[in-house]
């Protein structure tokens, strides 16, 4: 996970030249990451959870990771 992060945050950095940014990363890893079990309830919710648990690790992965 860390590799992957550290990873996502460099493409994040580099947003000018390849127009990914925080929101069009958590949008493509949030589903894919954080897929639930059971898909019941509201998936748009879901949704939204999970980009913005993605978002939260991209923005404080030094402090997730510790380093």
């Known amino acids: 996970m860390q590799i992957l ?5 460099r493409v994040i ?10 929101q069009r990363i958590v949008i493509v890893f949030g589903p894919t ?3 639930p079990e059971k898909e ?3 998936i748009v919710v ?3 959870y999970q980009n913005q648990i993605i ?11 510790g380093y």
Do not use: A, D, P, Q
């Open 13 to 22: 950095e580099n947003g000018g030249k390849n127009r990914m940014t925080y």
């Open 46 to 48: 879901h949704t939204i």
């Open 40 to 42: 019941t309830g509201n």
């Open 55 to 65: 978002e939260l690790i991209l923005l404080e992965k030094n402090s997730v990771f």
């Open 33 to 35: 990451l954080l897929k």
């Open 5 to 9: 992060f550290r990873h996502l945050k």
